[in-house]
Structure formats: structure tokens, C-alpha cells
């Protein structure tokens, strides 16, 4: 494909404000891209305005699937960017947009890897699958639905594009957010013995989980600790009053030593041993993701890095990454080989200013067809 058409399709990407719960758009526009091809589309619904995109190309052979989120994280104020954030704008080598980075680069490259391979005119020696997910920003719900709805379970590996800046991530962190509520009762401050103050439970639990999650010494030897943050704090109604009502939030990046289930088995048990002691805590999780288990001795891993340097000449590694994708849902398929392995190089991602390389983002183009041709032959 020119460099011109390609680099439209990813324009065209970017100008869908597909921030959750307007993912269908992305799916329309793809649809449009594929449908004059003899190819297998898809349409999955998650909810109104939101589908996820399932395009199989190829009858026979190897299956080899592309992954790629069609959300993106809301622009925030206007005011900040330099350009408008949903509408490419190309300047100095960069593409600038909302989704430049995370990860429309990666979905589009994916896309012009296909239709590249549609309109060669060869027969394909394999099969393609392409899964646009929707709700990965906000908790892998489409990923999770095209999981259970058996979609990857016949592929032989799995391609995520998220930024990685042409390196090969073989592991994440996992992720668990939570918040606690917390209930008490209100009374004037100058009697605070005839109320509860629901702050104090939210201290006492926050003690006892870095206490708790402190002390165990596992660690990964790649991805590290797991890490703890409070990240967000609030009760109360005004400064004189005793707070009837107070809530806090956590974030957790888990990892396979000390996967989700063992952490989440703790705060339960932290927050039934405060209201055995008079607290009323109530605990619920939002976010609960998995981590990924080291994928470094996989054939695709192995696979994807040669191609990489030797077809490339590119000195790529694998790597490790902290943020969960896509991939804590898909790896519930048993035995599928799973890489992250994107254009972009991340570093703007949920920013003002959303770049993607334009150089990065053709290689990728590039890389995704002959990755694809390397893995049937390798493969059949």
C-alpha cells in the first residue's frame, strides 16, 4: 500500500472521537475497508453504539490473530493540545491525535497488513484474524466478550498492537481497582463521642494493607514488586461535623508470584476484621485483570523478535511492561501464545499532543504483513 493510504486510514481512525461508548464508529469504518474483499466480518455488540470487529481472512492454513482496541481515553480540555485532537495532523515526522499512540497506530498498521495482503493478488498460505475490541480503557470488556464468546480459541498466536515501539513484550503487571465505603455517624464536632467517624476505618484498612502487602517478599524477575496506591480519598460534609460517609480507591499492579486472587483474598480479610471491630466497610472491585505470564520461550516470541532483527535491522528486545492490556483476558484461552508488540513508542499516551511516529507507524505496516508471512511458513 502507498505510504499516502496508509497513512489515511490511520487519519481517518483518529478523526472518530471512539472514546467508550462510541466504538461502533470504528467498526463501521473498518467494515467499509474490508467489505469488497471475500473475507469473514463480524459484527459483535457489547452494548448500543459499541461493537466489537471480528475480520478473518484467508480459508485455510496457520491462524494468526491481530488484536487491537478501537476506544480511545477522552482529549480532556481542548485547551492543552496544540492541535485539534481529533483530526490527524502530520508536522515534523509526527501524526498527532488522540489514539495516535494507543493505540489506533497499532490497529491501523494491522488493517493495512491485511488489506496489503488481500490485494497482492498471491493466494494466502494462512489465515488472519483481526479482533477491534471495544472497553479496553475502561476495563477489557471486549475482549472479555470475544473471549468467552470462543473467538480466539482456534488461533495457533496473538498479535496486540499497543505501543511498544517495535520491541516485543512478552509480560505485564496485572491490575485490581478497587474502592472501599465506609458509613458512620454524624453529629456536631464538639461531641464526637456520640458519633463514628467514617474516615477512621479508611485509615485503618489503608495501614493494614500496606502492612500487609509490604510483607510479602515475592518478586518477579522481570516485572518486579507488586505496587499499592491509594489514588483517591473523600468524606465528610463540612469541617465542624463528625463525616457520616467516606470512600477511598486503590490501584494494584499485581503479578504472577502474587497473582489477584491471593491479593484480593487479603483485603477481604483486612475489611471482615474491621467490622468484627465496630467499622462498616463495604468493598467492591472494578477492574480486576490478571497479569500476563512470561511468553519468552513461546515460538511466537522467538518468532517475532528474528523477524524483527534480521529482517528489520532493528535492535529489538523482549520487554516487560506495568499497564495491563488486552491480553490479561485472551490468555484464559489455554495454550495461546500471546505478544504486545506495537509502532508507537507509548511515550505520549493519555496526553495532551498524542503522537505516533510517521517513520514507526509505516515500519509497523510493514513488520505486521511480513510477520504474518513468516508465521504460516513457520507454522504450516
Avoid at 505496587?227 to 499485581?254: E, K, L
Avoid at 480486576?288 to 532493528?314: G, H, I, K, S, Y
Avoid at 495491563?324 to 496526553?351: C, F, K, M, R, W
Wanted: aromatic fraction near 8%; charge should be negative.
Amino acid at each position: 500500500m502507498e505510504k499516502e493510504a496508509a497513512l489515511k486510514i490511520l487519519s481517518d481512525l483518529i478523526a472518530i472521537p471512539s472514546v467508550n461508548g462510541q466504538e461502533a464508529l470504528v467498526a463501521d469504518y473498518l467494515t467499509t475497508l474490508f467489505h469488497k474483499y471475500p473475507v469473514q466480518i463480524e459484527r459483535v455488540n457489547y452494548a448500543p453504539k459499541r461493537d466489537n470487529l471480528v475480520v478473518t481472512i484467508g480459508n485455510h492454513g496457520p491462524l494468526l490473530g491481530f488484536s487491537g482496541h478501537e476506544d480511545v481515553v477522552d482529549a480532556g480540555a481542548i485547551a492543552d493540545w496544540d492541535h485539534p485532537p481529533f483530526q490527524a495532523t502530520m508536522q515534523n515526522g509526527r501524526l498527532y491525535g488522540r489514539g495516535a499512540s494507543d493505540m489506533k497506530s497499532g490497529l491501523a498498521a494491522m488493517v493495512v497488513a491485511m488489506l496489503d495482503l488481500l490485494e497482492s493478488g498471491k493466494p494466502l498460505a494462512g489465515r488472519l484474524r483481526l479482533l477491534a475490541s471495544v472497553g479496553e480503557e475502561t476495563g477489557e470488556y471486549g475482549a472479555a466478550q470475544l473471549t468467552q464468546a470462543g473467538y480466539a480459541d482456534d488461533l495457533q498466536g496473538l498479535v496486540i498492537g499497543e505501543p511498544t515501539d517495535l520491541q516485543v513484550r512478552i509480560s505485564h503487571k496485572g491490575v485490581i481497582d478497587y474502592k472501599l465505603e465506609s458509613n458512620g455517624k454524624s453529629v456536631h464536632s464538639s461531641q464526637p463521642e456520640l458519633g463514628k467517624n467514617a474516615i477512621l476505618p479508611l485509615i485503618d484498612f489503608i495501614q493494614k494493607t500496606q502492612t500487609v502487602l509490604a510483607q510479602d517478599d515475592q518478586i518477579d524477575p522481570t516485572l518486579g514488586a507488586l505496587t499499592h496506591v491509594i489514588s483517591q480519598i473523600q468524606g465528610g460534609s463540612q469541617i465542624n461535623t463528625v463525616p457520616a460517609h467516606a470512600w477511598m480507591t486503590g490501584n494494584i499492579r499485581t503479578i504472577p508470584a502474587y497473582p489477584n486472587e491471593m491479593v484480593m483474598q487479603q483485603l477481604n480479610e483486612i475489611v471482615a476484621q474491621l467490622n468484627q471491630q465496630g467499622a462498616q466497610l463495604s468493598l467492591t472491585y472494578s477492574y480486576p485483570e490478571p497479569p500476563l505470564p512470561t511468553q519468552a520461550n513461546t515460538a511466537l516470541a522467538q518468532l517475532a523478535l528474528q523477524v524483527l532483527q534480521q529482517q528489520f535491522n532493528l535492535n529489538s528486545q523482549l520487554t516487560v511492561g506495568t499497564g495491563a492490556t488486552d491480553a490479561s483476558e485472551y490468555y484464559h484461552v489455554p495454550n495461546l501464545p500471546i505478544i504486545i508488540l506495537g509502532p508507537a513508542d507509548g511515550v505520549s499516551d493519555h496526553q495532551p499532543n498524542e503522537f505516533v511516529s510517521i517513520d514507526k507507524y509505516l515500519r509497523g505496516c510493514q513488520f505486521y504483513r511480513t510477520f504474518a508471512e513468516n508465521f504460516w511458513q513457520r507454522f504450516s
